[in-house]
Antibody, heavy 123, light 112 residues
């Protein structure tokens, strides 16, 4: 079954850190670029980051650059998002999403989404 | 950043009738070298993640019913649902992938 399953969300105090994971199955994870996209409660979608299929390049939204790090473990079919210095503005459902491109090509749109992991930043 | 503006914010359509959603980008997303518009549409039902409907402005993703169609070029785009079905109740988003940061429209809620 082709799917993405996020985990690691929860309630965290402002200024603290959290790491999200995304387990992939049913497709060749190591051949796919992967993204994180977030959605604040009742709001629209915001792209967060992309990592290429082999981890060679990473791209970030300005709102998270320097605080968040995207990474992947192709041997375990897992995507990560390490988040530091969290603030209330980071409260959102975080989706991992597969890029439509394969291998060296990146399409920059999303053809498979996980169900998301909720991150709440609150004291 | 490329700003994506959708209209209307919401619309109510009778079953079997046409729904039309507009999306306007603050700059052209047409790449002249390949004549492709870097524009996608997604459907998000309540409590679910988004689902890809259309990319390259008018190419339906695999399994998407043909009542969904995309059109437009440059800065103005339209998603049309030709005959609204109950399962089409959702919020629809456009997204440009012409350049980073990738940006989405604010969403259009479609109701019966």
């Amino acid at each position: 079954q082709v799917q993405l399953v996020e985990s690691g969300g929860g309630v965290v105090q402002p200024g603290r850190s959290l790491r999200l994971s995304c387990a992939a199955s049913g497709f060749t994870f190591s051949n796919s670029g992967m993204h994180w996209v977030r959605q604040a409660p009742g709001k629209g979608l915001e792209w967060v980051a992309l990592i290429r299929y082999d981890g060679s390049n990473k791209y970030y939204a300005d709102s998270v650059r320097g605080r968040f790090t995207i990474s992947r473990d192709n041997s375990n079919n897992t995507l990560y998002l390490q988040m530091h210095s969290l603030g209330a503005e980071d409260t959102a459902v975080y989706f991992c999403a597969r890029d439509h491109g394969r291998g060296i090509g990146v399409s920059w749109f999303f053809d498979l989404w996980g169900r998301g992991s909720m991150v709440t930043v609150s004291s | 950043d490329i700003v994506m503006t959708q209209s209307p914010d919401s619309l109510a359509v009778f079953l079997g009738e046409r729904a039309t959603i507009n999306c306007k980008s603050s700059q052209s997303v047409l790449y002249n070298s390949n004549n492709e518009n870097y524009l996608a549409w997604y459907q998000q039902k309540p409590g679910q993640p988004p689902k890809l409907l259309i990319y390259w402005a008018s190419t339906r993703d695999s399994g998407v019913p043909d009542r969904f169609s995309g059109s437009g070029s440059g800065t103005d785009f339209t998603l049309t649902i030709s005959s609204l079905q109950p399962e089409d109740v959702a919020v629809y988003y456009c997204q440009q992938y012409y350049r980073t940061p990738l940006t989405f429209g604010g969403g259009t809620k479609v109701e019966i």
